[in-house]
């Protein structure tokens, strides 16, 4: 009889251990996305920032309104929306594990703090950034503990000039709360291109740098602060690209809905074949 007993208290614990298993794999599945191409709610027709906190939930904001909004990967929805600020131009957002930054176009950041509690709490923290540099995309050094902003128009704080061709990247301590009033990097566009460039969203790991241009739906791919390539986008998949977000090995693009769109559109792309020329 013992020996009967252990036989099957043994096979119902490896059962339980298997299904386990099974579960934990079905998340991951789920959390790399079901489809190639996301195809956003009304809400996010102007989705301008993403980016995944887990393998399952993507954070995505548009930049109309003080709301983070977080996608449901599995079952293709929002399920929870963080209300963090007023109406406003809100252009990119990352998380660091338990907070929010959310980026706004003259500079001044949002921090989120307790964002899943019942209520969140909002610090902002203005910047010598302005609406003359154009801030469109945010992205996080965990090492550093920094953030790193990037401008879509003017490159300089204290310097006006519409024909300029630089565009650059500052840096934010956190720890400081304190914008490095020096560019952090500074490329200038007509090396890249005899078009004019539209940096919209940022994204640094490693020595690896991409820059999204949605002006003419591309991504500028630096390798060690140098220019190494641009890769074309699918101009009907991203008629506007605006955010960028890393999954895995997997580098996920939004899309605002353009003039001819319908709605807001996140896809994703390979990095190995992104990073590679």
Request: glycine share 6%; charged share 25%.
């Amino acid at each position: 009889m013992i020996s009967s007993n252990n036989s099957a208290n043994g096979f119902y614990t490896e059962f339980k251990r298997i299904l386990g298993i099974v579960f934990l794999l079905t998340l991951v599945s789920c959390g790399q996305a079901k489809h190639h191409l996301i195809h956003l709610p009304d809400a996010l027709k102007e989705v301008s920032g993403i980016f995944w906190i887990s393998h399952a939930e993507l954070a995505m904001i548009e930049d109309e309104h003080g709301i983070i909004y977080l996608w449901d990967a599995c079952n293709d929805k929002v399920n929870h929306k963080i209300e963090f600020a007023d109406d406003g131009d809100y252009e990119d957002l990352i998380f660091t594990g338990d907070e929010f930054w959310v980026l706004r176009s003259d500079g001044a950041l949002f921090q989120v703090v307790e964002p899943f509690s019942d209520e969140p709490q909002t610090i902002k923290h203005k910047t010598p950034l302005s609406e003359k540099n154009d801030c469109e995309g945010l992205s996080f050094d965990a090492n550093q503990n920094a953030l790193y902003i990037l401008c879509k128009e003017q490159p300089f704080i204290d310097k006006d000039s519409k024909k300029e061709t630089k565009r650059s990247i500052y840096k934010y301590s956190i720890e400081n709360e304190k914008l490095i009033e020096e560019p952090h990097f500074v490329f200038d566009t007509k090396d890249i291109s005899t078009k004019e460039i539209g940096p919209s969203a940022l994204l640094m790991e490693d020595e690896i740098m991409l820059i999204l241009d949605s002006k003419s739906s591309s991504i500028l791919v630096f390798i060690a602060d140098e220019f190494s390539h641009q890769v074309m986008l699918d101009t009907k998949t991203y008629p506007q690209p605006e955010g960028l977000s890393l999954n895995e090995h997997k580098l996920y693009i939004s899309s605002e809905a353009g003039s001819k769109g319908n709605t807001g559109t996140v896809g994703w792309m390979h990095l190995r074949k992104v990073i590679e020329k």
